[in-house]
């Protein structure tokens, strides 16, 4: 019903934002994410938008870009996930996190989400990661956040990050850490040097 809307902020809350446009204030439900990449109040934002009707309520949800929203009707569509626990995520990790953490079956990344167990992380990446390279459309490369990372060399950099993970950390976690310190020419063991020492 609502593409976007783009109005005066009026109200700022931690996952709330109240939008005047023409003098209609529109209470519009958003991620921590999406609260802190808009203006403060009395500025002018624009918020793609999603209306949850349900037989006791009509909710109207909020993204700073379509690539949020397209993440959150893909979450919507798993068995078992609400609108409020899909902002709960978008809220948690970015939506370039959620869609790397589904390439990668990456479940203890999207179980450390509160709210979200191991069998509801699994069932997350079991029903969407078929999907994931045309999630809505979406591609890493919408997401400047891994796009724009080093052409190191990919073998490389994926047995690093195999390495990182058996150091604790989570796949998307590694990915983003080796990618954003390799060089093109630089081995495994380079790669899991320098981003051990990045990440003291």
């Known amino acids: 019903m609502y593409s976007f809307i783009t109005g005066i902020i009026e ?14 204030g529109y209470e519009i439900i958003v991620s921590t ?9 009395g500025d002018e934002a624009k918020l793609y938008t999603y209306l949850h009707v349900r037989e ?3 909710q109207l949800f909020g993204f700073y870009n379509k690539q949020e929203k397209d993440v959150f009707l893909s979450l ?8 409020k626990t899909a902002i709960q995520m978008l809220s948690s990790l970015s939506a370039s996190e959620i869609v790397t953490a589904i390439m ?24 969407l990661k078929n999907s994931i390279n045309t999630l809505n459309g979406i591609t890493l ?7 724009n990372t080093s052409s190191g060399n990919e073998s490389a950099m994926e047995e690093a990050a195999n390495l990182m993970v058996d150091m604790g950390l989570s796949k998307v976690e590694a990915m ?3 990618k954003s310190v390799a060089g093109p020419d630089d081995t495994t063991e380079i790669l899991v040097t320098k981003a051990l020492r990045n990440m003291n």
Do not use: C, H, P, W
């Open 33 to 41: 994410n999406t609260v802190d990449r808009t203006q403060g109040i």
């Open 141 to 147: 490369e919408n997401y400047t956040e891994f796009s």
């Open 56 to 58: 006791d309520a009509m």
């Open 176 to 178: 983003k850490l080796i």
């Open 11 to 24: 109200e700022k809350y931690e996952n709330l934002i109240v939008l005047n446009n023409n003098g209609i």
């Open 104 to 127: 990668y079956g990456d479940v203890k990344l999207i179980a450390s989400i509160k709210g979200i167990g191991k069998k509801t992380a699994e069932r997350i990446l079991l029903e």
């Open 76 to 83: 919507i569509s798993v068995s078992g996930i609400g609108a």
